[in-house]
């Protein structure tokens, strides 16, 4: 049998919010086919973050549910969504008007995303590091490798208790 979702909380306006932002014209069109999270490597890495339960979420006005939720931060705006989205369903700009809204509206402190963004650039620094380890290139130490996994976790610690 057929579920219907029945909501008192649920903001039939939220669609039309995003489709509203720039990039988020076409989020009606979605038909679910999950090209996006299929593509997606912040899903291959937590299955908590999938794109298409998030474009659900908005169409069916959860609006509360995406905006506080933790999980939108595990994005790492890489645009393999866009580019691969059969319907032009931009969600890379997508997650960013969500994540733009839940800041200004204090669901999450004002620095996250520089935080988050911060994060990134040490985290794919790491990466490179161990690939020129791999390959052999002269110049990587152990050393500088920890010394920049320790920056990275005390800037994630530094904001894990700043939240509301
Ligand atoms: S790839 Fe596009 S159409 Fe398919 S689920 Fe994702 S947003 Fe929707
Ligand atoms: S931009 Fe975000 S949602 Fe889209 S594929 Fe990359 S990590 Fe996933």
Not at 89 to 117: N, Q, T
Request: charged share 30%.
């Amino acid at each position: 049998m057929e579920r219907i979702v029945v909501d008192r909380h649920l903001d039939a306006g939220f669609k039309y919010e995003i489709a509203e932002r720039p990039g988020g014209e076409n989020i009606r069109k979605c038909f679910a086919c999950g090209t996006c999270t299929a593509g997606c490597p912040a899903f291959h890495a937590d299955h908590e973050y999938n794109p298409r339960r998030i474009i659900r979420m908005i169409l069916l006005g959860m609006r509360e549910e995406v905006l506080a939720s933790p999980a939108i931060w595990l994005c790492h705006q890489c645009y393999a969504c866009s580019a691969n989205c059969p319907q032009d369903v931009d969600f890379s700009h997508i997650m960013m008007a969500i994540r733009d809204i839940a800041v200004r509206e204090g669901r999450h402190p004002k620095d996250r995303l520089s935080r988050v963004e911060e994060i990134t650039l040490l985290a794919n620094e790491f990466r490179r590091d161990c690939i020129k380890l791999l390959t052999g290139e002269d110049g990587i130490t152990d050393d500088a490798i920890r010394e920049r996994v320790e920056k990275t976790i005390r800037l994630a610690r530094n904001g894990e208790n700043d939240d509301g």
